[in-house]
Every structure is written in C-alpha cells, then in structure tokens.
C-alpha cells in the first residue's frame, strides 16, 4: 500500500467549515503570515464564516484527506471565480470562470506520503470536469515543487498589499 493510500479523500461539505478554516491559518502561520494566536483564532473563524456560505453555494470546493480514523489530515480547495475574458494559448479567448487552488494543507506528522498530490489532482480532475478556464494558486516556498511536477508554471503575477496609499485614500480618477 503507497503511503498517500493510508487516507481517503472526500469531498468537503459545509460541516467541515470550521476544520478548513483551521487548515487555512495553519497555513498562513506556516508560511509566517499569523503573528499570534489571536490572528490565527480571527483567519479561522472568519474562513469557517465564508466557507459556510460558499460551500452550498457553489462558489468553494474542497476535498479532505481523512485517516482510518476519521480525523482529518489534510485538505485542499479552489475557489471559483468569475474572470474577464482573456487570451489562452493559441489565441482563444478565454470566457469560463476560473478556480483559484487554495487551502492546500497537510497536517505535519502527515507531510510527505503524497497526500497533497492526490488532493491537488482531485481539484484539477474537479476544475477540468466543469470546463473552468484554469487553475491558478499562490505557491508557498513548500509547496512550488509539487505544483511544478503537476504543471503548474510560474507567471507574471504581482501583489498590492496597500502601501504606500491605501486604496481608501486615494483621490478619484
């Protein structure tokens, strides 16, 4: 039996909010993005909020890893976005929502037996089934060699995080 066999993956559904919204600041702290406690208890608890509603509604799909136990080990998600039209390659033009890979965590006693590949499949297989225009995530430093054996290849995306004016501020056009 492969090590990533030692689990089954199950799709999530709105119950599992709270668990993902662990998962999801687990993540962020990993990557040194939560400072404190307070910040991880805010980032869970405001992603469980938002998972509630955007389970049903279509709007986030997630999938769990779960141990012969039934604890969960790990848990990935994309969320669905409308996009504008854009240009694919070969010169179509791209109209269909897009999903953003997110959420992707592994507990750390769980790390290395493949379980987040299987994760990250299932939200491909999932992204291709639907038609969606493609996938796209924000990689952590761990995480960009498994995105890169899947076919993930970096781009030319940038961040604003609010400085040096914040966007309130700004005078209009």
Do not use: K
């Amino acid at each position: 039996m492969s090590a990533s066999a030692e689990v089954a993956i199950r799709a999530a559904t709105a119950a599992d909010a709270g668990v993902i919204g662990r998962h999801r600041a687990a993540m962020f702290r990993d990557m040194g993005m939560v400072p404190d406690d307070a910040a991880f208890a805010a980032l869970a608890d405001a992603t469980a909020g938002y998972l509630a509603q955007a389970i049903p509604d279509g709007g986030y799909a997630g999938w769990l890893a779960l141990a012969a136990d039934g604890a969960v080990v790990a848990g990935a998600g994309a969320h669905v976005r409308p996009i504008i039209p854009r240009p694919g390659l070969g010169g179509v033009v791209l109209t269909a929502p897009q999903a953003l890979l997110v959420n992707v965590y592994t507990e750390p006693a769980w790390r290395r037996r493949g379980i987040a590949e299987r994760l990250v499949r299932a939200a491909l297989a999932w992204a291709d089934d639907r038609g969606l225009s493609g996938v796209v995530l924000h990689a952590s430093d761990a995480g960009r060699a498994l995105y890169a054996r899947l076919g993930f290849r970096p781009t030319n995306e940038m961040a604003y995080h609010g400085a040096p004016v914040a966007l309130t501020r700004r005078p209009s056009p």
